[in-house]
């Protein structure tokens, strides 16, 4: 893969996209959702190749989940392209102004960050996403993803490379690094000269790898342990659904509860209804002391499974005396993701708002809902567990950067 020669593309298909208006920004994205559409029965086909390579190679379910396509899910791309085209562009908005004393002019504006880079795995939706997010705030993308889901990528990024050349805009707005060969990976993460902030989306490896290697600035986003703690003061009758829904929903994404924690105080009545209602779902149970003493086939838990994404059907339970004493747990173990608590008690839902240290939190809702789409953002690019620049689902909004514009009327320093 010529690298240099992609980012001097990505460079030239950034100073274009930058002329474009919202209007036609919009009705690219349009065209690329129905390209999308029309193109579903070649994308499935090269998606089945995926899947099976996947299954031949002892791919875990979950991660099979999120790379497997589906008419529905690339109609939900699809929305996504949609949704995106009729948000308000955000590139131009005046976010402050005003007027030294010396009559100086001073505005802040939105700006497009230029070329986005994005490393991500076995998520093929990814690579619509991207584009409409990166496209809609007039940033060029380069995008390289899993080798697991390759051919997936290649089907959905011809789609949309073919709906830009359709309505002449310059192709380069998306460009995907095709090899699979990791040292082209690590010279991607080198490319500062052309890209000019990176993200990753995937695993804890691939975003500890891009962050402690990369020469372009990097907006981390995160794994997901997350967290529900159903206090004292919990309407139990709330507090099973929403459990069930972010555990089992959808096991192999980032906004799964992966770890309960329980008042001692409604243990007794509470842990086996959830213990009957997690085994109808085939979900393994690994608690402390007291879950264990309460669910006969739980298995004890262990350190590292306070602390792990499990993308599986597995969930850890640890009770505690105190809503200070589930907090800390969280702050301790969590990876700045998404928490929440169910309780009726608005006293303490306030604390859990305030002293959780997460991306989002939540009072008496699933977790699931921590997504662009779920958010009114039309698509996300990740979601941000760092506290510099953005935090949380990425949309528009978190792709730009900003400028100062300066008017004078013959002032010297």
Known sequence: MDLVKMGQKAVIAKYELQKLTSEKKRYVLKAAAKGLVADTENILEENAKDIKRGEENGMHPGMLDRLRLSKERIAAMAEGLEQVAELDDPVGDVMEEFTRPNGLKISKVRVPFGVIGIIYESRP???????????????????????????????????????????????????????????????????????????????????????????????????????????????????????????????????????????????????????????????????????????????????????????????????????????AHINKYNTKHS?????????????????????????NASTRFTDGFEFGFGAEIGISTQKMHARGPMGLRELTSYKYLIEGEGQIR
């Open 125 to 327: 939706n990814v690579t619509a996403d991207a584009f409409g997010l990166c496209f809609q705030s007039g940033n060029a993308v380069i995008l390289k993803g899993g080798s697991d889901a390759l051919k997936s990528n290649m089907a959905i990024a011809a789609s949309i490379r073919n709906a830009l050349k359709e309505n002449g805009v310059c192709q380069d707005a998306l460009q995907l690094i095709e090899s699979t060969d990791r040292e082209v990976t690590s010279r991607f993460m080198k490319l500062n000269q052309y890209v000019d902030v990176l993200i990753p989306r995937g695993g804890a490896g691939l975003i500890r790898s891009v962050v402690e290697n990369s020469t372009i600035p990097v907006i981390e986003t995160g794994t997901g342990n997350c967290h529900i703690y159903v206090d004292e003061y919990a309407d139990l009758e709330k507090a099973l659904p929403i459990i069930i829904n972010a555990k089992t929903q959808r096991i192999g994404v980032c906004n799964a509860c992966e770890s309960l924690i329980v008042h001692r105080a409604i243990a007794d009545s509470f842990l086996p209804k959830l213990a009957q209602a997690l085994h109808a779902k085939d979900v393994e149970i690994r608690g402390d002391e007291m879950a264990c003493s309460l669910i006969g086939d739980a298995q004890k838990a262990t350190e590292e499974d306070y602390g792990k994404e499990y993308l599986d059907y597995i969930i850890s339970i640890k009770t505690v005396e105190a809503i200070e004493e589930a907090i």
């Open 339 to 363: 928490e929440a608590i169910i309780t009726e008690n608005a006293e303490n839902a306030r604390m859990f708002l305030n002293e959780v240290d997460a991306a989002c939190v939540y009072v």
